[in-house]
């Protein structure tokens, strides 16, 4: 029986189709070229392999590059109007509310991110909490102890919180925990994926009784 849904955000509550995250993964890849001076080919190549490793490339600057300061790192990547070309979607505000359950979100993003696109979808007030990654002290999901602490914070259990994330590594992260966990795949980019996948989110109430 789920008591308690919890969300990712980017690419979850909103479609991949309207390119913010692909947006922020740009000015990831050209504020490490910038910074650390390396082509573009490069930073993308480090992006890409610091993610088998590490939870957000924050967690890498911190630990390995011997960062103190995330914050411009951050205002880097996520500008004001990051969430400006995102459309109002009532249907979603009407199918979160349809669920009778409460509903929080799990973001690797800082906070001043998940308040621009939960304003801008209309559906800030419907979630109990919001648990981003300065609460999560820059180590985000997969790690299982992220996981534990928030689901201490909602006072509820991985066998009956239903978590849902476009990212496989995330949900396996979480099933790994005894958790239910949903991809959600929109474009059908892992049709291999060996647990439960959905391609819509009205179709995590196939998973909810
Ligand atoms: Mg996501």
Redesign the pocket.
């Known amino acids: 029986m789920i008591r308690y849904i919890l969300f ?5 509550l909103y479609s ?1 189709h309207y390119g913010l ?1 692909d947006n922020v993964s740009r000015r990831i890849i050209e504020f490490l070229a910038m910074h650390f001076d390396f082509s573009l080919e490069e930073a993308e190549r480090q992006h890409r392999d610091l993610l088998k490793v590490y939870s957000t490339t924050a967690e890498w600057l911190i630990t390995e590059k011997g960062f103190t300061d995330i914050e411009p790192y951050y205002a880097a990547i996520h500008p004001v109007g990051e969430a400006d070309s995102l459309p109002r979607n009532p249907q979603l505000r009407s199918f979160l509310a349809s669920l009778h359950l409460p509903l929080a979100v799990l ?2 993003s800082p906070k001043e991110h998940a308040d621009r696109i939960l304003d801008k979808l209309a559906i800030s007030d419907l979630f109990t909490r919001v648990f981003d990654i300065r609460w999560n002290r820059f180590r985000g999901k997969p790690a299982p102890e992220t996981f534990h602490r928030v689901l201490d914070v909602l006072g509820t259990a991985p066998e009956t919180t239903l978590f849902i ?3 496989p590594r ?1 949900v396996e992260g979480y099933l790994a925990l005894g958790g239910k966990g949903l991809l ?1 795949d929109e474009p059908d980019a892992y049709p291999s994926y060996t647990h439960d996948r959905i391609r819509t989110l009205p179709e995590l109430t196939g998973f909810i009784c």
Do not use: K, Q, R, S
């Open positions: 990712d955000l980017d690419n979850t991949a995250e973001t690797n994330d476009d990212i995330c959600l």
